[in-house]
Nanobody
Framework: QGQLVESGGGLVQAGGSLRLSCAAS????????MGWFRQAPGKEREFVAN????????AYIDSVKGRFSISRDNAKNTVYLQMNSLKPEDTAVYYC??????????????????WGQGTQVTVSS
């Protein structure tokens, strides 16, 4: 069984930056596409970004394009989400997820099998 553990969340002022990390253990995810999702209070979990197995293809939700960047280090079994120019509407619990697929065409939570416990990101205005 694989496990994903997120870190790097916290409280930041609008315009600030955070870098989330997702460390995998128990199995290698180097052949899996990985994704970041978020869930704000009272809202459904939504796709934020994903990356294919090799790291050369990424996708983002429109609201974070140009501000967020997803990357991975397969040697470290870790995925990152660099978040810049943060806005109050980015406030949510952020989840890392892994899918059995190798490419990053998939954006639905149901497409992902492994999930982390989440890390809180709060952006104050």
């Amino acid at each position: 069984q694989g496990q994903l553990v997120e870190s790097g969340g916290g409280l930041v002022q609008a315009g600030g930056s955070l870098r989330l990390s997702c460390a995998a253990s128990g199995r290698t995810f180097s052949s899996s596409a990985m994704g970041w999702f978020r869930q704000a209070p009272g809202k459904e979990r939504e796709f934020v970004a994903n990356i294919n197995w090799s790291g050369d293809s990424t996708a983002y939700i429109d609201s974070v394009k140009g501000r967020f960047s997803i990357s991975r280090d397969n040697a470290k079994n870790t995925v990152y989400l660099q978040m810049n120019s943060l806005k109050p509407e980015d406030t949510a619990v952020y989840y890392c997820a892994a899918t059995y697929y190798t490419d990053n065409y998939y954006r639905r939570p149901d497409d992902y099998t492994y999930w982390g416990q989440g890390t809180q990101v709060t952006v104050s205005s």
